[in-house]
């Protein structure tokens, strides 16, 4: 079965960083483009960002451009997503996600928080 298993969230002062990871297992990672979403309180589920499965194609949400970073790992089933300059309205529960067969799979999610 699909399983997704995100890491690396935390509590960092506006300005600083952060590295999510996110260990994928029940699937051929390397043939899906995986994303990540975060969802802030009181705030809908947004996309962050997605990396293509070929060639590595990436795509973000406008407000992070030039502050985060996606990445795959296709030897080691991980997505990571780099995060810097990292602002208060960056505060979410960040997901990873996959749509096989046609159903989007979801982690469990990891909280960063930014604050001074």
């Known amino acids: 079965q699909v399983q997704l298993v995100e890491s690396g969230g935390g509590l960092v002062q506006p300005g600083g960083s952060l590295k999510l990871s996110c260990a994928a297992s029940?699937?051929?990672?390397?043939?899906?483009?995986m994303s990540w979403y975060r969802q802030a309180p009181g705030k809908e589920r947004e996309l962050v960002a997605t990396?293509?499965?070929?060639?590595?194609?990436?795509s973000y949400v406008d407000s992070v451009k030039g502050r985060f970073t996606i990445s795959r790992d296709n030897t080691r089933n991980t997505v990571y997503l780099r995060l810097n300059s990292l602002k208060p309205e960056d505060t979410a529960v960040y997901y990873c996600?996959?749509?096989?067969?046609?159903?989007?799979?979801w982690g469990q999610g990891t909280q960063v928080t930014v604050s001074s």
């Open positions: 996600n996959v749509r096989f067969q046609n159903v989007d799979y």
């Open positions: 029940g699937f051929t990672f390397s043939s899906y483009s």
């Open positions: 990396i293509r499965s070929a060639g590595g194609l990436t």
